[in-house]
């Protein structure tokens, strides 16, 4: 958990996490190091029921500046943490700690482009980015036409929340101001068309809201669609 000030002045917290993975490299451990990070401060404007984030007070969005330097500091602090591990010199950062990334543009694009395209903080290399979110349309639009340099497009994790469009609202009713589900969906498809790599959607369905037909439904057009 990392304390927000500006001005001299407390803001709020946010937080990060990361995960270490150990793979044996010619007989040597290493680690490889990924970064969960968030983009807004103490709670989220989308306010999913099931989410902690959502209930929480929102304080603002962090910029790309305070993003790197969360980044840059995780790293320090797991490095020191775990000064006999050998880390290798490459890593994953993700968008999904509290807050949605696609709200928070441009400083979501403008940190991942620059700890994509650098020559590493602290010796290490971000080679690979991920977006997380809850499925904003015009984020996506945005995310594809932004300039990224020579770096892939980042992933895309489409967290759906529900099968229709009343399931999603009821868990988080902002979600109908960022675009409805059929639409959402064919945004995914096309982002997925500027990508070397498919991408994912995931989640839970909520019965009391509605029918397990309508998973079976959806998956079925989504694979049909990616195919």
């Known amino acids: 958990v990392w304390q927000i000030n500006r001005a001299g002045k407390r803001i709020g917290a946010t937080e990060t996490v990361a995960i270490l993975t150990g793979h044996n490299d ?3 451990l290493n680690y490889d190091l990924s970064i969960c990070i968030s983009t807004m401060i103490n709670g989220c404007t ?3 029921a099931m989410c902690a984030s959502g209930q929480s007070d929102y304080k603002g969005n ?3 500046n305070e993003i790197i330097d969360i980044y840059s500091l995780t790293v320090e602090t797991v490095k020191r943490e775990h000064s006999d591990y050998k880390f290798a010199t490459k890593g994953q950062i993700g968008f999904m700690g509290i807050g949605e990334p696609l709200l928070n543009i441009p400083a979501s694009f403008e940190a991942i482009k620059l700890l994509m395209d650098n020559s590493g903080i602290d010796d290490f290399k971000v080679l690979f980015g991920h977006i997380s979110t809850v499925g904003v349309v015009k984020g996506i639009e945005k995310l594809m036409t932004y300039d990224f340099g020579p770096q892939e497009l980042p992933a895309l994790t489409i967290s759906l929340l529900h099968t229709s469009d009343d399931g999603r609202a009821y868990l988080a009713p ?3 101001k960022l675009g409805d589900l059929d639409t959402l969906l064919k ?11 498919r991408d994912s959607i995931r989640w839970t369905p909520f019965y009391e809201v509605g029918k397990s037909g309508e998973v079976v439904e959806i998956t079925h057009a989504i694979c049909q669609a990616q195919n």
């Open 62 to 64: 962090l910029i790309a």
């Open 46 to 48: 989308v306010k999913c």
């Open 26 to 28: 010619l007989g040597e």
């Open 187 to 197: 945004q995914f498809n096309r982002y997925n068309e500027n990508r070397q790599f």
């Open 174 to 176: 902002n979600t109908r």
